[in-house]
């Protein structure tokens, strides 16, 4: 791909067709960004490093081709090169006077997604510390950017909750949410995602039954926006009908795990270890019912589909057999 006199054109429908606020950017910044988010990320990086090494190192773009080559290494998941390419665009950035804040505010989300990425307590400090210093420049400067608000406070709650500070994370999931809702009522997937952060926390506090409402919330949005996407879809049946076990629930979770069984069995080939999944909730439901003999039977067609498609040696095969074993020497049934 490369940058032409239409390029101004391919600009103007780039940003319109992905609602990004990018205006101010060079064609050739555009065009590497647009390889990026087609997917097309060794070229978008060979497309940068060319800009790069083509620069004369005062290219007003030049703190962009850094910031983006960072954004293509992390999401090929090479953070330490990314944040070596964050660091140099910041340490540039931080010079140019009047300093580029919505710039700045970027730089310093994305090292904070880095550190959050490293998944350790350490990280989780200093990545708390980029993301409260992004969301003080948004809010200082662009206060009325509510969509970039919400995704740093979003993950400030992921920071906290990767913490197991659960208070803190709710307060910022709880905020974030409020904002979606209110000023970006169109963007589905933000607010499910929000949901579930909310759900997720209630859930580890075994808030049970407020968990359920913020999973339902989810689940409603999704059926009726996304009918087809059945990986989300069943992933919200499946949590809510856990969270229905946990609190004794056992036929209301039965409603939930059946339903997410009959959509995997729609959408999914018939050995497909998630049905093996469904199949072992439900044996799991059934016993809880008092209800062996249906327990057995499910719990013995989950693990003809664990036999398939699971090594021999993995962990769920083996629960299925033992519970197998143990139904059966409890109804004193002799197994083939």
Same mark, same amino acid.
């Given at each position: 791909?490369?940058?032409?006199?239409?390029?101004?054109?391919? &600009?103007?429908?780039?940003?319109?067709?992905?609602?990004?606020?990018?205006? %101010?950017?060079?064609? +050739?910044?555009?065009?590497?960004?647009?390889?990026?988010?087609?997917?097309?990320?060794?070229?978008?990086?060979?497309?940068?490093?060319?800009?790069?090494?083509?620069?004369?190192?005062? +290219?007003? %773009? !030049?703190?962009?081709?850094?910031?983006?080559?960072?954004?293509?290494?992390?999401?090929?998941?090479?953070?330490?090169?990314?944040?070596?390419?964050?660091?140099?665009?910041?340490?540039?950035?931080?010079?140019?006077?009047?300093?580029?804040?919505? #710039? @700045?505010?970027?730089?310093?989300?994305?090292?904070?997604?880095? !550190?959050? @990425?490293?998944?350790?307590?350490?990280?989780?400090?200093?990545? @708390?510390?980029?993301?409260?210093?992004?969301?003080?420049?948004?809010?200082?400067?662009?206060?009325?950017?509510?969509?970039?608000?919400?995704?740093? @406070?979003? +993950?400030?709650?992921?920071?906290?909750?990767?913490?197991?500070?659960?208070?803190?994370?709710?307060?910022?999931?709880?905020?974030?949410?409020?904002?979606?809702?209110?000023?970006?009522?169109?963007?589905?997937?933000?607010?499910?995602?929000?949901?579930?952060?909310?759900?997720?926390?209630?859930?580890?506090?075994?808030?049970?039954?407020?968990?359920?409402?913020?999973?339902?919330?989810?689940?409603?949005?999704?059926?009726?926006?996304?009918?087809?996407?059945?990986?989300?879809?069943?992933?919200?049946?499946?949590?809510?009908? #856990?969270?229905?076990?946990?609190?004794?629930?056992?036929?209301?979770?039965?409603?939930?795990?059946?339903?997410?069984?009959?959509?995997?069995? &729609?959408?999914?080939?018939?050995?497909?270890?998630?049905?093996?999944?469904?199949?072992?909730?439900?044996?799991?439901?059934?016993?809880?019912?008092?209800?062996?003999?249906?327990?057995?039977?499910?719990?013995?067609?989950?693990?003809?589909?664990?036999?398939?498609?699971?090594?021999?040696?993995?962990?769920?095969?083996?629960?299925?057999?033992?519970?197998?074993?143990?139904?059966?020497?409890?109804?004193?049934?002799?197994?083939?």
């Amino acid at each position: 791909m490369n940058a032409s006199n239409d390029g101004q054109i391919i &600009k103007e429908k780039y940003i319109k067709d992905s609602r990004r606020q990018m205006e %101010d950017l060079s064609i +050739n910044i555009l065009f590497g960004r647009l390889m990026c988010d087609m997917g097309q990320w060794d070229q978008s990086q060979h497309f940068f490093e060319r800009l790069l090494n083509n620069s004369n190192g005062y +290219n007003e %773009d !030049l703190a962009q081709v850094e910031y983006s080559l960072g954004e293509v290494l992390q999401w090929k998941g090479e953070w330490n090169e990314a944040r070596k390419y964050y660091d140099r665009a910041h340490e540039r950035i931080i010079n140019v006077k009047p300093t580029p804040m919505t #710039d @700045l505010a970027n730089i310093l989300f994305n090292i904070g997604e880095i !550190l959050c @990425l490293e998944g350790n307590q350490r990280k989780y400090d200093e990545a @708390l510390d980029f993301y409260q210093r992004s969301l003080a420049i948004r809010e200082k400067f662009h206060p009325f950017a509510y969509a970039g608000i919400a995704t740093v @406070l979003n +993950n400030i709650g992921l920071a906290a909750y990767g913490q197991r500070k659960h208070d803190e994370a709710l307060n910022f999931y709880q905020r974030a949410l409020t904002i979606r809702e209110k000023f970006d009522a169109h963007n589905h997937p933000n607010i499910v995602d929000s949901l579930i952060n909310i759900a997720n926390v209630l859930r580890d506090q075994e808030k049970f039954n407020e968990a359920i409402e913020f999973q339902e919330r989810a689940l409603m949005i999704r059926e009726h926006n996304y009918p087809s996407d059945y990986v989300n879809i069943t992933y919200n049946l499946s949590n809510i009908a #856990d969270m229905q076990r946990w609190r004794d629930e056992h036929e209301l979770s039965l409603i939930y795990e059946q339903n997410c069984f009959l959509m995997r069995l &729609k959408a999914l080939p018939p050995d497909h270890e998630e049905i093996g999944h469904s199949l072992s909730n439900m044996g799991q439901i059934y016993e809880n019912l008092q209800k062996p003999i249906l327990a057995l039977d499910y719990y013995q067609r989950a693990l003809a589909i664990y036999t398939i498609c699971l090594p021999s040696s993995h962990y769920n095969l083996r629960i299925m057999q033992l519970n197998i074993e143990r139904l059966s020497e409890e109804l004193e049934i002799e197994l083939d």
